[in-house]
């Protein structure tokens, strides 16, 4: 007999420690998961607290509160007749959990801690939690004396369990143990498991989506099995950007998606599955001889359906049907992915919108197209739940306004701050961004203020310093350089303190940095430039992406402007270009943004050290270069990421995007004193002479 499930997940947009919030957004999820007609509502990793409470999470009161949260919302009206899966910490013989609590009709049936945990890359779970480590094992929990109050009940139990409902079997996996080679679904599978749960706390990276959604796939592909994917969303507190995507899957077919990039604060998608099809998709004998040898894990017996006997006899009650996965392309993530946080961190931060170093060239272009993109987000969820904030950013309590550019001009400044070195093309195009997109933009020169530093200079040494140009050394050169840009950053922070009060308006601006994370890695920028701002939206894209992102916006925004960025040479602007000399980035660097981009990866996703990367690219770029140039081009890079590594410390808060991010506070932990890479270089040069010899050996072979 055909034997209908609905289960509902959800993607909530929680904000570390903000208890209340949290816990109203956990209830109205469960709200319209029963609107849904779901019997079972599954919720993100850590929901109570947010998931990126990091250091926190060391601290009793978070476990206090998330028992205080977690009883109230059980005991709510609204949360009853429900199979709740809900996300919290959990402390047991004084030893930190990542749980699942699995309540219903105000009861705790069990709790599930985290088996494995997700330690790599931005994740440092064991900072804070004890794995559980044990599988199958099940343990008796004593609540505490509050909670067993609250509740009425004493002890339940904790472990690595499953619920039998009457009509099915539940399992949990939680984020990481999906992405393990011993995922525990498999051997739940093999115990008669056929939902599944897994809460997730995981962040965007470009490309990633595909990773989970081929994971899920393909177990429940080969296990069988209905798989429920939740994740938190949004900025919660950080530089990480969760992007949702809950899902359904039922034996591989896609039943639901969540959306990805979205302002929505509570999202659930439900969905109606045939359990009897988990059970003919597990035919295979050799499924039933594998799973006859496991060992059982432990059932915790619900009286409850996850089916109603009603919903089965209707013939107009449908299954749902699959559907095709929807992922976006990277350029359409850095359209979207940054625009969000940025709304998330500006409502959060309460301040009254951004200011933007607007330089004419292709970086700070893309920074301001992703502000454009955040004001198109926002003003076609204005009839969602946007509106408030909108109104109170504003400052106006009427504002109604869904003009994307209307919302720039109050909340988007942007500024040409110009010198002598400055060039028309790179003014004219800033303005003409900046009328297109709306902002309010102040077109400036700030020789005043450089010549005056000079002079003092001058004064106090009397010494002038010169451009190389004009005869001066690599050092004035360099000086006189790095004037202009940190002038640039004294005046952003007092234009964007100041610019509201110039206005009329109230509050202050938010300072944007837009350095890419490929000049971060090669340290090509000024140090407390307007590289230290607020914070970054690109800082963790490459060239070679916002590239494609501009071409991409160029289209899909209706912004025919940036071409003219595209087709630039990207160039400082910061030394004076005479008949035969013009400032290049390329040039400056001694290597191209691609190249930059193949090292980058190398390092870190690679995980090369200079011998290693000369070896891998030897292969790559053997075909057009000689041994000796490939070293010369590696030695370089490393020289360059040594010398310049100390910015990296200063580097302002970006959002996290790549995988070979060079974020030196979370995510790419290294020295920042390096030495000077002899021995390194000297096996680069062996290396290259035993490849050289043997072409050499080779050629005169073939003569
Ligand atoms: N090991 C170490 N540990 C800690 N700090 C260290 C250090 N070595 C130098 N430093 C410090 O760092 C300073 C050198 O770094 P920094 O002052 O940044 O100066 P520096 O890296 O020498 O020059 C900035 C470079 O960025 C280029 N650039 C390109 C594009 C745009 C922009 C722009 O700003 O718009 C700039 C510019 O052309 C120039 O080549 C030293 O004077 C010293 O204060
Ligand atoms: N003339 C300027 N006016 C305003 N801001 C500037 C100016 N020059 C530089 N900046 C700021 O300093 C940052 C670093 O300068 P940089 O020369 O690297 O510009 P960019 O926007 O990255 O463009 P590109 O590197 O493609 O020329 C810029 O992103 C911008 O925020
Ligand atoms: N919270 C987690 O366990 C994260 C797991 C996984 N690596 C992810 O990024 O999704």
Redesign the pocket.
Known sequence: MEHYVTIASCQLNQWALDFEGNRDRIIESIRQAKQQNARLRLGPELEITGYGCEDHFLETDTYTHSWEMFCWIIKHPDCQDILLDIGMPVMYKSVRHNCRMVALNGKILLIRPKLWLCDDGNFRESRWFTPWLRPRVVESFYLPTSVSESLGQKQVPIGDAVLQCKDTVVGIETCEELFTPDSPHVDMALDGVEVFLNASGSHHELRKLSTRYGLIKNSTQKCGGIYLYSNQRGCDGGRLYYDGCAMILANGELLAQGSQFCLKDVEVISATANVDKVRSNRFQPSHGIQGITRPAYERIYIDFSLSSFKQNFDMHYKPTEERPIHIVSPQEEIAYGPACWLWDYLRRSRSSGFFLPLSGGLDSAATAVIVHSMCRIVTNAIKDNVLADVRRIVGDENYTSTCPRELASHIFCTSYMGTENSSKETRNRAKELSSLIGSYHVDMNIDTMTRAVVSLFGMVTGKTPQFRSQGGSNAEN?AL??IQ?RSRMLLSYLFASLLPWVRGYSGSLLVLGSSNVDECLR?????Y??SSADINPIGGISKTDLKSFLQFTKGEFDLPILQNFLDATPT?E?EPATNNYAQS?EA?MGMTYPELSIFGKLRKIGKCGPLSMFNELIHKWGDHLSPTEIAAKVKRFFYYYG??R??MTTLTPSYHAETYGVDDNRYDLRQ??YPSWSWQNKRIDDVAAKYEEHERMNKSQAK
């Open positions: 360099l350089q790095n840009a340290g090509y920028l000024t140090k430039d307007c400082a910061l980035d400056d010398i310049n100390h910015k920042f004193l």
